[in-house]
């Protein structure tokens, strides 16, 4: 089993930046792609990024290329996902995800085996 726990998440005004972390527990990650998931109020949970499990690939949502970047440090068991030029639609709940499934990386929500509980962001405008 994987225990995610996210963090660094926050109210921040329009432009501004966030680096959300997700600490894994249990078990390694080294050998899990690692995803970013957010989800909205009444709206359904949207792939955001992800990245494979040596880092050397990543996919991105087209919503947020260019402004949000995710990496990962597997020595420290920990997922990163920065967050830059952030847009009021970019307000939701951001969870962190672990899947086995390796390449192509996942950007479904149902191939994620593991899930946080999610850290709020807030973008105002």
């Known amino acids: 089993q994987v225990q995610l726990v996210e963090s660094g998440g926050g109210l921040v005004q329009a432009g501004g930046s966030l680096k959300l972390s997700c600490a894994a527990s249990?078990?390694?990650?080294?050998?899990?792609?690692m995803g970013w998931f957010r989800q909205a109020p009444g709206a359904e949970r949207e792939f955001v990024a992800a990245?494979?499990?040596?880092?050397?690939?990543?996919s991105s949502a087209n919503s947020v290329k260019g402004r949000f970047t995710i990496s990962r440090d597997n020595a420290a068991n920990t997922v990163y996902l920065h967050l830059n030029s952030l847009k009021p639609e970019d307000t939701a709940v951001y969870y962190c995800?672990?899947?086995?499934?390796?390449?192509?990386?996942?950007?479904?929500?149902?191939?994620?085996?593991?899930w946080g509980q999610g850290t709020q962001v807030t973008v105002s405008s």
């Open positions: 995800a672990a899947t086995s499934i390796t390449l192509p990386i996942p950007t479904i929500v149902v191939l994620y085996d593991y």
């Open positions: 249990g078990r390694t990650i080294s050998s899990y792609t």
């Open positions: 990245v494979s499990w040596s880092g050397s690939a990543t």
